[in-house]
């Protein structure tokens, strides 16, 4: 299994030895593709800086996408984690089959006011990979001593294009607060970006030596949604910024075997 931030969309890749890692046995080489960068980063914003516990709820977004059933699936791995998830109604069946309670389509709800009827409190964890002003309302919808882990801005794309005024509306409302402010909230805002940690060889192989031992217990598998070969790489990536996934889209050199 390789981890590299950019350039393994070919054939041939060159990486230091340092950022490869034994693919643990009965994995196939989809799930390998799959499981680095998307349980990676959902292990360490859930359990390194979210300190995920027993009976806590945790607010999932885009949660049938790489990163969200990879979340959706170590919540599993801790007693009593009642699990909110957004997505399309679509996806709904999908997602409660693999343990979230409570499903909330972001396209016709206010997910936060969906939360407050079942919650009143709040969640104790928010992963946020959307940025603007979802950041703020994930901010809102935390308990006391509450984590928010931002970890993108997918708001900042919509659709097949980049839209400019998509883009400056969600600079303009990005969240911003100061070390004060969080003193007074009994709150923690999170950062996180697994293209920025290429250098923490140990931190990082840590990580995956627990992902393969998980994954070698039966607790965690990749989600494949489907498998696309390279010259089909458009309608893949269509197929992802459409949101019509669940679960992982694996790029192959040749198209599939039937």
Known sequence: ??????????????????????MPEGMSFEEAAAL???????????????????NQSVLIH?????VGTAAIQLC?????????????????DSLKESGVAHPIDYRTMDYAEEVRKISPKGVDIVLDPLGGSDTSKAFNLLKP???????????????QKKNLMAMAKTWWNQFSINALQLLHHNKA????????????????????????NLYSQGKIKPKID????????????KQMQEKKNVGKVILVPEAPKE
Request: aromatic letters at 12%; proline letters at 3%.
């Open 1 to 22: 299994m390789v981890l590299a931030r950019s350039g393994l969309w070919q054939e041939v890749v060159n990486v230091p030895a340092s950022q490869t890692f034994l």
């Open 36 to 54: 680095l960068v998307n349980y990676i980063t959902a292990y360490m914003i859930l359990f390194d800086f979210g300190n995920l516990r027993p």
């Open 62 to 66: 885009m949660a049938a996408g790489g």
């Open 76 to 92: 599993k791995t801790v007693e009593n984690v009642t699990i909110f998830g957004t997505a399309s109604a679509s996806k709904h």
């Open 145 to 159: 001593m509450g984590k928010l882990i931002t970890y993108g801005v997918a708001n900042l794309l919509t659709g």
């Open 189 to 212: 805002v999170c950062g996180y970006h697994l293209g920025y940690m290429d250098e923490e060889f140990e931190l990082v192989g840590g990580v995956v030596a627990k992902l393969v």
């Open 226 to 237: 489907s498998v696309w070969p390279f010259d089909q790489v458009a309608d893949a990536m």
